[in-house]
């Protein structure tokens, strides 16, 4: 059977700098819109937070220097043209205490909702969603492979692809 959540369109890049990761995030932010839900994975150091600074930039942030690690806060909002939640889900415990975040309402809000550390929190993500591996390749470079789970996401992995950005 196949569902809409089936879907998966796949771009992969290599970036050499934290510039070029923001640059990406950068891109990718500005195609987002409000509902939509960016799931991140990768080790410690691998660039989250970096890329996530691209996206706010994206999205119309004043200032990137805003953008932390929301890691002792475990979600953050930041105003910019749509609102961005960042969540960090590195101390959770699990889906649980994502929810008593509030999680399902922030999902289905006004904003674009970023996951940090999506693979601790697996079942609170919406099934459609866009999913950004991060990889340490060297001291500075990072193989990100983006990938879409919906036909909303597909767009903007294809606009990746075409370099339509």
Not at 82 to 93: K, Q, V
Request: with cysteine; aromatic share 6%; charged share 25%.
């Amino acid at each position: 059977m196949s569902t809409s959540s089936d879907t998966q369109a796949v771009f992969i890049v290599t970036t050499s700098s934290e510039k070029e990761t923001m640059e990406l995030g950068r891109k990718i932010g500005g195609l987002l819109v409000p509902g939509d839900v960016v799931a991140l994975t990768g080790s410690l150091g691998s660039g989250k937070t970096t890329l996530v600074k691209g996206l706010a930039s994206g999205l119309g942030i004043g200032d990137v220097r805003e953008v932390r690690s929301a890691s002792f806060l475990l979600v953050a909002e930041y105003k910019a043209r749509i609102p961005i939640y960042h969540f960090d889900a590195y101390r959770l415990e699990g889906a649980g205490e994502m929810y008593d975040l509030g999680c399902d309402e922030i999902f289905w809000g006004d904003g674009v909702s970023v996951v940090e550390w999506a693979d601790r929190v697996e079942e609170c993500l919406p099934e459609n969603c866009l999913r950004i591996s991060m990889h340490i390749e060297g001291p500075a470079s990072r193989r990100i492979t983006v990938s879409s789970r919906g036909k909303r996401y597909d767009g903007i992995v294809s606009s990746l692809k075409c370099g339509e950005l």
